[in-house]
């Protein structure tokens, strides 16, 4: 069964950190570079970051760089995302996806059910 | 890296076909034919639909197309079906840094 599952999201406090993990199953990921997007409740679908096959690059929207860092272990077949100080605007599902190409740039063609991250008091 | 616009809402009844626009610039859209297209029904994983502007993955049914004219990207669905009843997605590639950039959205309902 081709899947990517996400998990390691939570409740947490604003400023904390969280550790988001993905792992493919029936996947080959190894070969493609790896995205993580996120859904906040109502609003529509964004990029956050990706990276190549090989780790060799990481890209990060405005909106988190500076505070999270994306990371793969092609060996584990898992995809990270480190979060830091956390915001209330960080609160969303997050997917995490594969892309068509290895350097991430031509379509996300499977994608995890996601996990949810909620940033409160 | 402002989000691509889509209309909010579109419409159209069983068979029939609806026409949804992603609005962007020269930096994205205009400038690179990365555009793809995603369905998403709330509570699960989004489908490609569409890459490179007009490549469908196997599997999604051709009754999916795209197509791209300056800074504005469209996909339409021929034939609709109500299980097309979804969110629909574009985004484009936006240069080296930003490989991914979404449109605002738009709900698909059918009639």
């Known amino acids: 069964q081709v899947q990517l599952v996400e998990s390691g999201g939570g409740v947490v406090q604003p400023g904390r950190s969280l550790r988001l993990s993905c792992e493919a199953s029936g996947v080959i990921i190894s070969d493609y570079g790896m995205h993580w997007v996120r859904q906040a409740p109502g609003k529509g679908l964004e990029w956050v970051a990706g990276?190549?096959?090989?780790?060799?690059?990481?890209y990060y929207a405005d909106s988190v760089k500076g505070r999270c860092t994306i990371s793969r272990d092609n060996s584990r077949k898992r995809l990270y995302l480190e979060m830091n100080n956390l915001r209330a605007e960080d609160t969303a599902v997050y997917f995490c996806?594969?892309?068509?190409?290895?350097?991430?740039?031509?379509?996300?063609?499977?994608w995890g059910q996601g996990t949810t991250v909620t940033v409160s008091s | 890296q402002s989000a691509l616009t889509q209309p909010p809402s579109a419409s159209g009844s069983a068979g029939q076909s609806v026409t949804i626009s992603c609005t962007g610039t020269?930096?994205?859209?205009?400038?690179?034919?990365?555009v793809s297209w995603y369905q998403h029904h709330p509570g699960k994983a989004p489908k490609l639909l569409i890459f490179?502007?007009?490549a469908r993955p196997s599997g999604v049914p051709d009754r999916f197309s795209g197509s791209k004219s300056g800074n504005t990207a469209s996909l339409t669905v021929s034939g609709l079906q109500a299980e097309d009843e979804a969110d629909y997605y574009c985004s484009s590639f936006a240069g080296t840094n930003i490989p991914y950039v979404f449109g605002t959205g738009t709900k698909v309902t059918v009639l």
């Open positions: 990276i190549w096959y090989d780790g060799s690059q990481k």
């Open positions: 490179e502007v007009s």
């Open positions: 020269s930096s994205d859209i205009g400038g690179y034919d990365y």
């Open positions: 996806a594969r892309d068509q190409s290895s350097s991430g740039d031509d379509g996300m063609d499977v």
